[in-house]
């Protein structure tokens, strides 16, 4: 059983930027994938980007590429996803989610994933 909690939402400009973290709970972090998805207003929940246990391959939606950044610190049971650049249309609640040794495609795709967190609020005005 894997417990995750984000955190690191906020309101930012268009164009400002922010650092979300995933905390998880639990010793065998490190064979995990870690994903972020968003869910804006009235839309279904996207993907957003992953990282594989080792932090060595990374996924990213074509919205975010260039823009965001995800990381891992194995140490510290603790993902991160960097923001930069945001736009408007960032604005959703963002998720953190975990699974065992996703790849490929598995990793970019909701119904891979187990565990959840309970989400944070990213709001970028115009």
């Known amino acids: 059983q894997v417990q995750l909690v984000e955190s690191g939402g906020g309101l930012v400009q268009a164009g400002g930027s922010l650092r979300l973290s995933c905390a998880a709970s639990?010793?065998?972090?490190?064979?995990?994938?870690m994903g972020w998805f968003r869910q804006a207003p009235g839309k279904e929940r996207e993907f957003v980007s992953s990282?594989?246990?080792?932090?060595?391959?990374?996924y990213y939606a074509d919205s975010v590429k260039g823009r965001f950044t995800i990381s891992r610190d194995n140490a510290k049971n603790t993902a991160y996803l960097q923001l930069n650049s945001l736009k408007p249309e960032d604005t959703a609640v963002y998720y953190c989610?975990?699974?065992?040794?996703?790849?490929?495609?598995?990793?970019?795709?909701?119904?891979?994933?187990?565990?959840w967190g309970q989400g944070t609020q990213v709001t970028v005005s115009s």
């Open positions: 989610a975990a699974d065992q040794y996703l790849y490929a495609i598995a990793a970019t795709l909701e119904r891979s994933y187990d565990y």
């Open positions: 639990g010793r065998t972090f490190s064979r995990y994938t």
């Open positions: 990282i594989t246990g080792s932090g060595g391959r990374t």
